[in-house]
């Protein structure tokens, strides 16, 4: 793998920082070169909140992804934006309770998640955004439960640990989808 | 790897200023570097030290002074608009010959401007900043490392020459997150006899101040200070080189525009153009030789900034007109994408054929 450039997109409250925060940090811990930058401003304040995720083998050049090899779509507004974005040959995850259109685009790979109506009949609250990971993970062919664990750890803090097993259930959930 | 941590730009500044013996921070709330002073509104009371919310950028700047008046390490933070309201304070620190580090996480301007990322307080920052003949080091970190990094020797420049130093970020560079390791070498503190900490009767006033009436003496003053300038040109001038050696077109970018430039080099050499790039670390002083030297051999020169064309200045005279310097940029907060690098690369070196 040269470099993953992810564009992670969605409502902010969606957990969207978060998500690319635990990517970027199973990155670092397999020894990659990684970067995650936030859309910051009015913007996040209930509008779409989005940020640029690159894992790589090499040093990061710019930080900033503006043609995503992966885009995760939270929402209809954040597929509408970004789908003409993805490179050809790219991936879209999409969730599909939240969009009901498909994608347009035919040169890319896509998977529909139906993630806030499975964490919702899964009682794990506001866990898509992880549901979303756990595909994302696998279909990139890097899910293992070793770093699963390592990842959360940094992620979730020690007041929160209680939080980790359910994140843990919501990853498995979204890779065995 | 797991000495490296996920640090936001802005947090990894505070933390490299704690570890550099810092103790006092003073600030007011302003996007995009906020973090810093939460972080030191979270740390300092637990270590000792002293985080102070003041009524404004000029109050802080102040508070900054009197610190540094009293030997100790300390510092300010702000963007743009709030390092503007610094400035009377900045001309003070330098007429005083106090050591204090500023950071600048600039944002698009001039005015109150936007919040997104920008250059454009080049000219300011390497100019002084405020009134008089007096320059600030000024340092420009291009990853969230060097955020750690620049912080401690920027406390170790202020300290070495009596004088201010300046992290000239921009939004990004604040807001992103990259691994860090902060086991940073920090050198042993400078003695600093001229501070006033009290005589306890044992010895002569000592008086910190930047008033001085007769004209004679205030003209030897800016002279003495000008020498000294002159020693940290000749020894503390930073830079990186990226495949300049057999470049014909030269870049010249700092910051994140250095980042966006390093993919356009690489990119332009994949299409057979001998492409490079200069990153000045230090701005003031401005590495003026690795241009002087570039401009050998190369054809051109394209300056990549998130502004009007501020550094492309310094890039002229560096290259004493030797070769074209053109200007590749966005302002406002915006961004260049590597394709617009990339294509600023390839007409520059179609139109010389």
């Known amino acids: 793998m040269a470099a993953k450039n992810m564009l992670f997109s969605g409502f902010g409250g969606q957990g969207i920082l978060f998500a690319g925060k635990f990517i970027a940090y199973k ?46 779509a939270m929402n209809l507004p954040s597929l509408d934006r970004f789908e003409d974005a993805v490179v050809p040959g790219g991936m879209i995850i999409a969730d599909s309770t939240l969009i009901e259109r498909k994608v347009k685009r035919d040169d890319v790979t896509v998977f529909y998640v139906p993630a ?22 696998k279909e990139i ?28 259930k919501a990853i498995k959930l979204g890779a065995e989808y | 790897m797991s000495d490296k941590i996920l640090m936001k730009g802005n947090e990894a500044i505070a933390e490299a200023a704690i570890i550099a013996g810092c103790r006092h921070y003073f600030g007011y709330p302003i996007t995009p570097q906020t973090e810093i002073a939460a972080y ?3 740390k300092m009371p ?41 400035g009377e304070g900045l001309s003070y620190l330098a007429g005083s010959d106090l050591p204090s580090l500023i950071v600048n996480v600039q944002r698009g301007g001039p005015g109150l401007g936007g919040i997104q990322p920008s250059q454009s307080d080049y000219f300011q920052s390497t100019r002084g900043g405020g009134h008089g003949d ?14 750690a990094e620049l912080t401690v020797k920027g406390f170790e420049l202020a300290d070495t020459y009596r004088m201010t130093s300046m992290i000239l970020a921009d939004g990004t560079m604040g807001q992103m997150m990259e691994p860090v390791n902060l086991d940073l070498d920090v050198k042993p503190a400078h003695e ?73 080099v690489d990119e332009a050499r994949k299409m057979g153009i001998k492409a490079g790039l200069i990153r000045p670390i230090t701005l003031w002083p401005f590495p003026k030789a690795p241009f002087k030297a570039a401009a050998e051999h190369a054809k051109a020169f394209i300056s990549v900034e998130l502004n009007m064309g501020q550094m492309i ?18 302002a406002g907060g915006m961004i260049p994408d590597p394709k617009q690098v990339l294509n600023s690369i390839i007409e520059v070196n179609g139109g010389m054929k």
């Open chain 2, 192 to 264: 600093k006899p001229w501070a006033t900490t009290g005589t306890q009767m044992a010895r002569e006033h000592n008086i910190v101040n930047s008033l001085s009436l007769v004209p004679e003496e205030l003209e030897e003053l800016n002279f003495k200070r000008y020498d000294r300038y002159k020693v940290i040109e000749e020894n503390e001038t930073m830079f990186e080189e990226y495949k300049v050696e057999d470049a014909d077109i030269v870049l010249a970018a700092f910051g994140i525009a250095a980042r966006v430039s390093k993919n356009a």
């Open chain 1, 141 to 168: 062919g890097d899910y293992t439960e070793d770093g699963l664990n390592a990842a959360l750890d940094k992620v979730i803090s020690a007041r929160h640990a209680d939080m980790k097993e359910v994140n843990l």
């Open chain 1, 116 to 137: 806030t109506q499975m964490a919702s009949d899964n009682k794990l609250g506001n866990l898509a955004n992880m549901i979303i990971v756990g595909k994302l993970l």
């Open chain 2, 313 to 330: 200045e310094d890039v002229i005279l560096a290259t004493e007109s030797k070769c074209p310097v053109t200007l590749c940029n966005r």
């Open chain 2, 134 to 147: 007096y320059h600030m080091i000024v340092l420009a970190p291009a990853s969230v490392q060097e955020m």
């Open chain 2, 46 to 86: 637990k270590i000792g030290g002293t985080f102070l919310q003041a009524e404004s950028e000029i109050a802080a700047i102040n508070m900054v002074y009197g610190v540094a008046s009293a030997g100790k390490r300390v510092m300010t933070s702000s963007s743009s608009p709030g390092v503007s309201l610094k």
């Open chain 2, 40 to 42: 030191m509104a979270k």
């Open chain 1, 27 to 72: 990155g670092l811990i397999e020894d990659k070169q990684v970067s995650w930058l936030p859309s910051y401003g009015p913007e996040m304040r209930g509008g779409t909140a989005s940020c640029s995720v690159i894992v790589s083998d090499t040093p990061v050049g710019s930080p900033i992804v503006s043609n995503p090899d992966i885009l995760i």
